[in-house]
DNA sequence: AAGTTTACATCAAATAAAATTATCTAGATT
DNA sequence: AATCTAGATAATTTTATTTGATGTAAACTT
């Protein structure tokens, strides 16, 4: 008993014959015979009356065709959704970020995406960054973007976007007017810290020491838990500090903030689309991603 | 896409291996290796992320496992359907009857079959013996009782029970006490008559010009248009007539009334168990079938 | 870090199943 | 009786399925 041969019976029972049957989906009549032989054989009964002029079903043969028919009219549609799912960007999609792109980038992507895409629905699932990994191995979440690179032989990234750290004054600060500072210039003013786990502070201290300062010399003032404290610090000029630009983009551009370079340190880091190395990705997620990367492609290149 | 290879794809996800799979359904390995590449290649993606420890589906995978469950699930149902209606007597069956069967026969079969065979609901059609034998080969009717022989090859027949028709009257009439009445004293008594349509009519007139009488020297006072009219008008003195035993049984068990032989008439006919030639039997109808045999064999021999 | 195990893929060969052509049979139809 | 029609049967070819042996890559072991 498999699809076929319930095709091949559903077929004979609405063409009331086995010839007429065989005709309709380009068999011989008598491979037409032996399947229903077979299903016959299966069952030990007979399935159709052959009443000469014309094939009826037999009362077993009448159960076997209502059921038939909602086999193969379920086969058919697991088909077509399955099509669907594979060509039409329709369905759920679960992406997750670390601090600043779940709080900065992800967000202005999601929107213009949706309008692209209104059948998506997309969740964001925010989190530290090694949260996020072991959700994308566990398949939960389906993309990350993260701003570290994981050494794991699970997880594959890709460069995304560009994160420029810079030094972060106030419009009323001293170095306002000026096109940049020099690393030894921070140790003479208030520097606001960040908690030891924040992956920005990480950034900080690896590329004062990679350029041979000690951030021991800081005057670190307080150390903040967050983005939104650090700006909020440095707007109520408790201190300056350094930060993303991505992060303090809206006070740049609205002038709150001031954004400069900092000569003598490597400041740049990445943001970095983070998968599963051997999971799938859905087809709606290959459209996210490429999404992606061409909204990057357009506004930096 | 058969059902053969959503079995294994759906064992596949549910042992989260393909060897453990394979040794759930007595495969090797490589068997389902193939089947699989067969369902990938068929739907033009992956179904299935080999993950290294373990297999999970993606999510194409996803949605072809919750209906190949379904389907897998359907085609149990449909298996044990068929076998329920093979194996247990349990459903609806048509019976179809000429007059006395309709009237005499098959009911007094239909009681003690429904007790036996409770789960089983019988529709009994009542129509001459043309209407019925032309719903039995159209299939409608499953099983007829009918008291002619049929000459069509695509009917079959076997005698169920002996009709003996004998002479009614009255207990008040002066043949009360005769054990027999010979077919020339009918002449001289008023007879009830049947329409020309009539079977028992029919038989009758037959059985009189076999045996070299003319009906036409019966006194026939009245012609009456079924059984039971008869059975009043002889009740009511208005005259005599030959009946079913089987139709008058009762009357004659009440003393209402009695039944004579009529010498020199051959007045048995039999009802026969009349069926399509070339229709299957269903397991109920040919339960039934049994039952009435039984019934009968038990009751005459 | 090299060896071992696990899990699946690949390949060639054997086996089984499906499909076809040609032929046959039983009822209808002429 | 001859012809036609619908399906059954048989022998053959074609196509699928299954297996055992082997390969590969990643995960565990020690």
Redesign the interface.
Known sequence: ????QLHIFVSVVENKSFSKASQAINLSQPTVSSHIKELEDY????LL????KIT?P???GE??YQ??K??LN??D???S???D??GKTK?DLLIGGSTIPSGYIIPKLIGPFSKKFPEVSIELAAGDTMQIVREIKK?KIEIGIVGAKIDDPGIKQEKLVADEMKLIIPLSHKWAKRASVDCLELFKESFIAREKGSGTWKSILKSMEDAGFDPKGLKTCVTMGNTISVIQGILNHVGISILSTIAVQDDIDTKRLKALPVKGLALDRFFYITLSK???L?PIGKKFIDFCKAYYGLNFV
Request: aromatic share 10%; charged share 35%.
């Open positions: 008993m498999d699809l076929w069952f030990k009964c007979r009356d052959r009443l000469g009826e037999t009362k077993a159960i076997l059921y038939s909602k086999i379920l086969r549609r697991a088909e959704a399955l099509h799912f594979l369905g398949g051997k999971r799938t859905s």
